[in-house]
């Protein structure tokens, strides 16, 4: 089965472009079985995707299906979260798991671990070996760098929005740790979706089945490719882009620092549940 593991909406992201039913109505003409939504701390676009699954049932019609013999497009449940010391993490709940706190940025990477495993979900970092503040081996704490890897359980071996040397070293560190090696667009406008992929070596039809194929199976659940975006921000403005890089770090200290009192009483109510 084939996906886009990387796929931001216009719903879900402030950077989003495409509306999620075009990004899902794209990707099905382009041969795909399913995308992974992963906005930035937010599941929006996912809301938004299941209005209109369930406007289409109450119809009793397939999502962008008239005829009988084509199969339904699948849609999973993801987010990018942004931790504050360890860049972008893909993470991937059960669908009856609901944690309003993978919607508040700024958890450090060893919390967000610890949550996202007890409650049943996998991780791995996204573009991990990318933009500074953004990934993982290029954070401002570099004890986090790779001291943690062995604790995810993918990471994204393939983004159509880095270079070749960012995703070969990514394919290096999956491979010297065993890890499954995800493909993504990493799309944010409609000309770049689809240009990432990975097809799994397994049935999937709700994130269970993801999530069991990838501890079930580690690196045979999948393989990951795809073209290079040639239109990144990145590329358009240049030496800019370190400004932006920068900025962004400054962004993403303000933002988990008014985050701080909910992220606090979400952890309480999340320690009283366990308790």
């Not at 005829?67 to 339904?72: L, P, Q, S, T, V």
């Not at 991990?128 to 953004?134: A, F, H, I, R, V």
């Not at 590329?235 to 606090?264: C, D, Q, T």
Request: overall charge neutral; proline content about 3%; aromatic content about 10%.
């Amino acid at each position: 089965m084939k996906f886009d593991m990387h796929c931001h909406t216009k719903e879900g992201s402030l950077d989003g472009k495409v509306p999620i039913a075009e990004f899902a109505a794209r990707l099905q003409e382009m041969g795909f079985d399913g995308m992974l939504v992963s906005d930035h701390d937010s599941y929006n676009g996912y809301r938004a995707w299941k209005k209109i699954r369930d406007a289409f049932r109450e119809k009793d019609t397939p999502w962008e299906q008239e005829d009988a013999g084509e199969k339904d497009f699948l849609v999973l449940k993801g987010v990018e979260y942004d931790t504050i010391d360890a860049g972008h993490i893909l993470v991937i709940m059960p669908e009856g798991v609901k944690l309003k706190i993978l919607e508040l940025r700024g958890l450090p990477v060893l919390f967000l671990i610890e949550i996202v495993h007890r409650h049943g979900g996998i991780l791995g970092p996204a573009h991990p070996c990318g933009e500074k503040y953004l990934s993982i081996t290029n954070t401002r704490k570099h004890r986090n760098c790779l001291a943690v890897m062995d604790r995810f359980d993918f990471l994204e071996g393939f983004n159509a929005c880095e270079s070749h040397e960012s995703n070969a070293r990514a394919m290096e560190i999956a491979e010297e740790y065993g890890k499954p090696a995800f493909g993504g667009s990493d799309a944010h406008r409609p000309d770049c979706v689809g240009l990432g992929f990975t097809e799994f070596q397994g049935e999937i039809t709700c994130e269970s089945d993801l999530i069991r194929l990838v501890k079930e199976k580690g690196q045979e659940s999948c393989v990951c490719g795809g073209e290079y975006y040639t239109h990144t921000t990145k590329s358009r403005i240049g030496r800019a882009n370190s400004i932006l890089v920068e900025s962004f770090w400054f962004y993403n200290r303000v933002g988990s620092m008014l985050r701080h009192r909910k992220r606090k009483r979400e952890l309480g109510k999340m320690y009283i549940r366990i308790k």
